[in-house]
């Protein structure tokens, strides 16, 4: 019984994440306008991106094509000085079309929380169409909007292309979800905060200006 009782305590909060975060789900072609695309990190290789992360700035170009969002806010890890993470995003965007100007970077997303915080604080996003994989998107979502964000989501189905890796991640989920319960009660600090960043603000004016 104890057992059975752990279980569900264990599901339930990704099961309550996952169906909060669906009214907020949707794709490239009905995204409400905004003025900002958030594409998450998922990894990089010797300046290449993950085929998660290739696929993930996919969707952020077709935004930007499509007219959805004027600026892409690319959030990743750069803790190492042979670590970028947010600059392959950028080139990877680039060399889709996306015009550098119109691309942010933020170089301390080192986690999902971490990410909307600095959005929200460090940028001053209040808006914004989410990207990334659908197993991650409801988490990603949730935290954005406890952040102060009014964020919508655009997923990308991991499982066409790598189905073993897409269910394990899913497995995953399990404990970043209760991580995740735990920031959107405390709301905690950032591992790196600074400055409020300009960043989105001049990227609009020169979208203004184009």
């Given at each position: 019984?104890?057992?059975?009782?752990?279980?569900?305590?264990?599901?339930?909060?990704?099961?309550?994440?996952?169906?909060?975060?669906?009214?907020?789900?949707?794709?490239?072609?009905?995204?409400?306008?905004?003025?900002v695309g958030m594409v998450f990190g998922a990894g990089a290789e010797n300046g290449s991106p993950s085929r998660m992360l290739y696929e993930r700035l996919k969707l952020g170009a077709a935004l930007y094509r499509a007219g959805k969002v004027r600026v892409l806010l690319v959030t990743g890890d750069n803790s190492r000085k042979d670590y970028d993470e947010p600059?392959?995003?950028?080139?990877?965007?680039?060399?889709?079309?996306v015009p550098q100007t119109r691309i942010v970077l933020d170089y301390a997303g080192f986690s999902t929380w971490d990410s909307c915080a600095r959005a929200k604080q460090i940028f001053g996003v209040d808006r914004a169409i989410l990207v990334t994989q659908n197993f991650h998107l409801p988490r990603a979502l949730t935290l954005c909007r406890a952040a102060g964000i009014d964020a919508w989501g655009v997923g990308d189905d991991s499982g066409r292309y790598a189905a073993t890796t897409t269910d394990s991640l899913y497995v995953r989920e399990i404990p970043a979800v209760l991580k995740a319960t735990y920031e959107v009660a405390l709301r905690p600090r950032p591992y790196y905060l600074g400055p409020r960043e300009t960043g989105i603000r001049r990227a609009l004016d020169a979208a203004g200006r184009e």
């Open positions: 019984m104890f057992g059975a009782l752990g279980g569900y305590a264990l599901f339930l909060p990704g099961a309550l994440m996952y169906a909060d975060a669906g009214r907020y789900r949707t794709d490239v072609a009905h995204a409400p306008p905004m003025a600059s392959v995003m950028r080139d990877t965007l680039v060399a889709q079309g």
